[in-house]
């Protein structure tokens, strides 16, 4: 029977999270079918069926540590029936002895004394733990999952009587829900209460591996480089003009919409070249040139912000550009973004406009030395050829590592990707 394992890592990725289970014992298996997920503090990878069969066996647990190229459960033959066996508890739960409807050391399942074999529903790893941790009836516990399935939610719910649940680490057990052979006159656990819900309820969740990956790295930035931001504004009304003058021929060839974050690409890339040092990283006492244009867009998931790279910007059109950005934001969403797609990366560019923000100071990507700041559009009064008139305003900003960029040649470089936004045809002229 093959053996499901956690994939290949990179260099810089250690360990991962079991983050959910998609098939349990029992289940039948299409080759290509995703069997798990497992997070790393960059990505999601799927864990994918390279047969058909039926899984046989899950030896970790959802939330537990797993490292690159472990074995994480069994796939077997079609027809073949599940193991008995379930992953093996925690420490703490094996030295307390064997847990009601878990496997024992030897790997000999114990049936519990309350539930006549055969009468509760298949539950998945996860479910058994819950199930098992709270003395709930499995058979009592309505079902919301496919195929009338158990989920983990539900056995969360049951647990804690429609509360939120706060984790068995966190949240003392009420009287009512203890295993049968925890006394009711038993001090209660050291941990802290469940929240009750309402309006000052509270909820401890802990950080993803990629949020604390996130906050590492912006933390050592912030130690590390000498940060500073210079800001400038731009008139968007030409840009404006551009894409609404050309906009459907622009759809009607390449299949996408003509957005800004492609005209802000190539004006990022052009300065770029003008100015080889925002392009440049630091290494040690030693600063590395590149001498190729991979941006990072910055976007928005809902397990934390993401950075795909576009690779080689100088050779890709706008079209190319745009298409680029919508396949990682549809990428971003399902949470199917690669370590490859984001390793790398020579400068960044982030929108806080997309969300409303005026004005903000982006903090750089490290190893990378710069990153540009979009903004949302606004209105306003400004003057023009000595009048004053209403224009299509957006402030831009420009976080640079003091300890190589000079104040000059950051401002000089935000001062081109003003000019060429505002005279978006130079773009196209290579002017």
């Known amino acids: 029977m093959p053996d499901i394992k956690v994939p290949v890592f990179s260099e810089s990725v250690s360990e991962g999270t079991l983050l959910a289970w998609h098939k349990h014992p029992g289940d039948p298996v299409k080759r290509g079918d995703v069997l798990a997920e497992i997070e790393t503090d960059k990505v999601v990878l799927e864990v994918t069926a390279l047969q058909d069969g039926v899984m046989q066996s899950a030896a970790r647990n959802e939330g537990d540590t797993v490292l690159s190229e472990e ?99 966190e949240a003392a057990e009420p009287a009512s829900m203890r295993a049968p052979s925890q006394p009711a006159s038993a001090p209660a656990p050291s941990a802290p209460a469940p929240v009750a819900s309402g309006p000052r309820s509270e909820q401890r969740v802990p950080m993803t591996r990629i949020r604390q990956r996130i906050a590492e790295r912006l933390k050592e930035v912030q130690n590390t480089a000498a940060l500073l931001t210079t800001f400038n504004e731009v008139n968007m009304k030409p840009s404006m003009d551009l894409r609404k003058k050309y906009q459907d021929q622009f759809v009607a060839k390449h299949g996408v919409k003509l957005g800004f974050m492609s005209l802000f690409v190539r004006a990022a890339t052009e300065a770029l070249k003008a100015f080889p040092v925002v392009n440049a990283s630091v290494e040690g006492k030693d600063v590395i040139y590149h001498g190729y244009y991979d941006l990072g867009i910055a976007v928005a998931s809902d397990r934390g912000l993401v950075v795909p ?122 002017l």
Do not use: C, W
């Not at 079902?143 to 719910?157: E, L, R």
């Not at 004053?388 to 590592?401: C, E, F, G, N, R």
């Open 71 to 169: 074995v994480i459960g069994v796939l077997g033959e079609a027809g073949s029936a599940p193991a008995v066996a379930t992953p093996a508890a925690p420490e703490a739960d094996r030295a307390a002895g064997p847990v009601t409807g878990e496997a024992t050391a030897a790997g000999t399942a114990v049936q519990p004394d309350s539930q006549p074999a055969g009468s509760a529903p298949a539950l998945s790893p996860a479910v058994r733990r819950v199930v098992a941790e709270h003395g709930l009836d499995a058979a009592q516990i309505p079902a919301s999952g496919p195929k009338g399935n158990i989920t983990k939610q539900d056995a969360v719910v049951a647990a804690q009587g429609g509360a939120t649940y706060q984790g068995p680490q």
């Open 309 to 430: 790279v576009l690779r080689d910007t100088d050779a890709m059109s706008l079209a190319d550009i745009e298409k680029a950005i919508a396949g990682f934001a549809v990428k971003a969403k399902a949470g199917k973004l690669t370590l490859d797609d984001m390793s790398g990366g020579t400068f960044s560019i982030t929108n806080g406009g997309t969300f409303g923000s005026m004005m903000s100071t982006p903090i750089i990507n490290a190893p990378q030395s710069a990153i540009l700041g979009m903004h949302n559009i606004i209105e306003r009064p400004i003057a023009q050829n000595g009048q004053v008139v209403i224009a299509p305003m957006m402030y831009v900003a420009l976080s640079y590592d003091h300890r190589i960029i000079d104040g000059k040649e950051a401002v000089q470089f935000l001062v081109t990707v003003k000019n060429l936004l505002e005279d978006p045809a130079r773009l196209l002229l290579d």
